[in-house]
C-alpha cells in the first residue's frame, strides 16, 4: 500500500502564476483534506472534500479551490499566486466516518515556492 | 491570541530523558486530540489519538488530556536521538473534520 501520495514533491512558481497540486489517497479512503504549512509552523486547514463536494473550509480566500475525482484523489488549485504562497502543501485522507481507529494519513507534501 | 498554544522550543534532552510537551487551547468545542511526530521536510505522522479527557499509553508515549483546564500534554519515556523531530499537538471537534494545530514544538534529543 503506497499511502497518501502528492505531486509534484517541489515547485517553483512566480508571482501571478497558477499552480495544481495533485493527491492520491490511502487504499480504502474517500476523504481528502488539504493542508498548508508555513516554514515553522503548524499546518493551516484549506478545506476538505468527500463524494465530490468541498465539505469543510477553512479561512483560505477563493484563490484556493479544489476538486475531487470519482476515484476520490484530489487537485488543490491556487490562481494569482503571491509571496505569502510559499508553504508545504499536505494533502491527508481518511475514511468516512472514521473513528480512531481507522487513522487519518498525510501524505509527504509538495513543497510550493513563490519567486 | 490563537486557539492552540504551543511552546516552539526548541527543547533539547539527553537521551534516556523523559520529554514532556503540552498545548493550550481556548476553543471548549474540541473533543479530538491528536499528537503528530512531523520529521524535517516530511509529512506529519499520527503518534496519539485522544477523544475528550483523560490518559492515554502507546509503548513509550502517554498522552494527558484535561479538558477543564483546557491543556494536553505528551510524555515520551526512554528518549532516543530518532525521537529528535518536531512534535504538532492538533485538535477537532469533528474527528477528522478541520483540525487545528500547534505551531509544533522542536525537540532534539542528544546521545
Known amino acids: 500500500d503506497a499511502g497518501v501520495t502528492q505531486s509534484p514533491t517541489h515547485l517553483i512558481k512566480t508571482r501571478g502564476q497558477q499552480v495544481t497540486l495533485r493527491c492520491s489517497p490511502k487504499?480504502?479512503?474517500?476523504?481528502v483534506s488539504w493542508y498548508q504549512q508555513a516554514l515553522g509552523q503548524g499546518p493551516q486547514f484549506i478545506f476538505q472534500y468527500y463524494e465530490e463536494e468541498e465539505r469543510q473550509r477553512g479561512n483560505f480566500p477563493d484563490r484556493f479551490s479544489g476538486h475531487q475525482f470519482p476515484n476520490y484523489s484530489s487537485e488543490l488549485n491556487v490562481n494569482a499566486l503571491l509571496l505569502g504562497d510559499s508553504a508545504l502543501y499536505l494533502c491527508a485522507s481518511n475514511t468516512e466516518g472514521a473513528s480512531g481507529k481507522e487513522t487519518q494519513y498525510f501524505g509527504p507534501g509538495t513543497r510550493l515556492l513563490v519567486l | 491570541q490563537k486557539e492552540v498554544e504551543q511552546d516552539p522550543g526548541p527543547l533539547s534532552v539527553p537521551e534516556g530523558a523523559i520529554v514532556s510537551l503540552n498545548c493550550t487551547y481556548s476553543?471548549?468545542?474540541?473533543?479530538?486530540f491528536m499528537w503528530y511526530r512531523q520529521y524535517s521536510r516530511k509529512g506529519p505522522e499520527l503518534l496519539m489519538y485522544?477523544?475528550?479527557?483523560g490518559n492515554k499509553e502507546d509503548g513509550r508515549f502517554t498522552a494527558q488530556v484535561d479538558k477543564s483546564s483546557k491543556y494536553i500534554s505528551l510524555f515520551i519515556r526512554d528518549s532516543q536521538p530518532s525521537d529528535s523531530a518536531t512534535y504538532l499537538c492538533?485538535?477537532?471537534?469533528?474527528?477528522?473534520?478541520?483540525?487545528?494545530f500547534g505551531a509544533g514544538t522542536q525537540v532534539v534529543v542528544t546521545p
Open positions: 485522544t477523544y475528550s479527557s
Open positions: 492538533a485538535m477537532s471537534a469533528g474527528s477528522w473534520g478541520k483540525l487545528q
Open positions: 487504499s480504502g479512503h474517500d476523504t
Open positions: 476553543n471548549s468545542a474540541f473533543q479530538y
